[in-house]
């Protein structure tokens, strides 16, 4: 909605400049304000719903600018309870195919992860099925990064589960990006265990 209001401000400023022949400094701040109306539609959106605290994102480059507000966490909103662990939800779309099919190089990408990002693996499991995919979990002190691939689609499903302030999540999102390539992911933050709800 801003990125529609924005440009039909826009669109009637420029028949205003045209019109005084101010034209080509306008086309420039025109840019400018649809450049800076893109960048906020990406944006993380906080919403809550039925006791959930949710955070969303489509973009990865604004999502990583959001967890370095927070070295060790998903950074809290002025507005938002403390809460015992935060759950990201990775969609990971149009990846290197090959980088989804066997269990060891998946495994190996989500130990990696797990390491990268400070967690303390205390265990790891992964299954390959035949024809298509595979699921595992590395078991971090902090809780556990899962993850289910479906290579025939090049799509992977990835869980990052922590409780703790010592994670450094955004490392693990980057081990993901860099190991299996996606054109395009999705993030969701699912706070868990809100301190009004489970007391003490």
């Given amino acids: ?22 034209a080509a ?20 959106v906080l919403e809550r719903e039925a006791g959930w605290t949710l955070i969303h994102c489509d ?4 999502f990583g600018k959001w967890l370095s507000d927070h070295e060790h966490a998903f950074p809290y909103g002025s507005d938002e309870e403390p809460s015992l662990g935060s759950h990201l939800l990775v969609e990971l779309f149009d ?7 066997e269990e060891a190089t998946v495994g190996s990408a989500m130990l990696e992860a797990a390491v990268e990002s ?33 290579p025939e689609h090049g799509y ?14 955004r490392e693990a999102v980057e081990v993901l990006r860099m190991r299996f390539k996606p054109a395009r992911i999705k993030f969701l ?12």
């Fill in 59 to 62: 973009d990865p480059d604004a």
């Fill in 1 to 22: 909605m801003t990125a529609i209001y924005l440009l039909l401000s826009c669109t009637a400023l420029a028949a205003v400049a045209v019109s005084q022949g101010r």
């Fill in 156 to 169: 992977a499903a990835v869980d990052l589960f922590y409780c703790g302030g010592t994670v450094l999540v």
């Fill in 95 to 101: 990846c290197d195919t090959r980088s989804l099919e």
């Fill in 189 to 200: 933050v699912v706070r868990r265990g809100i301190q009004s709800e489970v007391g003490r």
């Fill in 25 to 44: 400094s306008l086309k420039s701040r025109v840019k400018s304000a649809l450049r800076r109306a893109k960048q906020s539609a990406y944006q993380p």
């Fill in 118 to 150: 400070k967690a303390t693996v205390v265990a790891k499991s992964f299954h390959e099925f035949k024809p298509f995919g595979v699921s595992g979990a590395v078991i971090i002190q902090e809780s556990h990064y899962t993850i289910h691939t479906w």
